[in-house]
């Protein structure tokens, strides 16, 4: 095996469009971080959790129709110290490339703001059907050298 193969840490699963969801790709997050020990290595868990939950809220309400779901992959990158976060919909609902100002008077529409305010970047991709929402997670560069190899 080659040494990019073993430094790239790999997860997915599929979900089906109900509320009960989010709490159950919460839990499979976790359980990927805690296996992968990003926390020791400076990658914020409640800052990707709090991530995870509004990018798949965001599939649920706008991104995926009756009868389909969705799908979260998860990848970590140790040699960059940086993890992935993907939520591929199958809808036809768009997301603008900068997260919106909230309106100050709404209950909702926030999450993208809390994303781009937690995550190191995020952005949008195409895909047929739907799209694919993201976001990263790297430790500051100047962690890197203290992390054990």
């Known amino acids: 095996m080659n040494e990019a193969t073993q430094l790239l840490e790999f997860r997915e699963a599929f979900y089906r ?77 768009e997301i603008p490339e900068t997260a919106p100002p909230p309106d100050p008077t709404a209950e909702r529409g926030r999450g993208l703001t809390l994303v781009a305010a937690l995550a190191s970047k995020w952005g949008v991709g195409e895909r047929n059907p739907g799209k694919i929402v993201w976001c990263e997670f790297a430790a500051p560069a100047r962690l890197f050298a203290e992390i054990p190899r």
């Open 17 to 93: 469009r109900e509320r009960r969801s989010v709490p159950l790709v919460r839990k499979f997050v976790r359980q990927a971080l805690v296996d992968w020990a990003c926390e020791e290595r400076h990658v914020n868990t409640d800052d990707v959790l709090l991530c995870v939950s509004e990018l798949a809220t965001n599939a649920l309400v706008h991104g995926v129709p009756p009868g389909r779901g969705y799908r979260l992959f998860l990848h970590w990158d140790r040699a960059e110290t940086r993890l992935r976060v993907e939520i591929h919909d199958s809808g036809d609902g």
